[in-house]
């Protein structure tokens, strides 16, 4: 059984930077596809990040050049900065071993959720 469980959400104003961690258990190896995801109220899911394997990291042009996302093993790293009012929202891990695509239903393994609230 695939468990994600993410940490390092919390509160900041607009410029502020938090750093959010997933840990990935249960995969015998690293040849799978790790995701941030976020979803704010009344919104869709949308992916952040994704990196498959040991590849590069892909970013939404919406966080390019704020967020870092790092995978150390099957740890997933996302260091954000430069918080903007709408990152305000719930941040999910996300794994699979298929392919490393956007949509969130090709996902198959998903963590609980770290809130990220950014107000002024």
């Known amino acids: 059984q695939v468990l994600l469980l993410e940490s390092g959400g919390g509160s900041v104003q607009p410029g502020g930077s938090l750093n959010l961690t997933c840990v990935s258990s249960?995969?015998?190896?690293?040849?799978?596809?790790m995701a941030w995801f976020r979803q704010a109220p009344g919104k869709e899911r949308e992916v952040v990040a994704r990196?498959?394997?040991?590849?590069d990291p892909l970013y939404a042009d919406s966080v390019k050049g704020r967020f870092t996302m790092t995978r150390v093993a099957n740890t997933l790293y996302l260091q954000m900065t430069n918080l903007k009012l709408e990152d305000d929202a719930m941040y999910y891990c996300?794994?699979?071993?298929?392919?490393?695509?956007?949509?969130?239903?090709?996902?198959?393994?998903w963590g609980l959720g770290t809130r990220v609230t950014v107000s002024s």
């Open positions: 990196v498959y394997y040991n590849y």
């Open positions: 249960g995969r015998t190896n690293s040849d799978f596809c």
């Open positions: 996300a794994d699979q071993t298929d392919n490393c695509r956007t949509d969130p239903s090709e996902f198959t393994s």
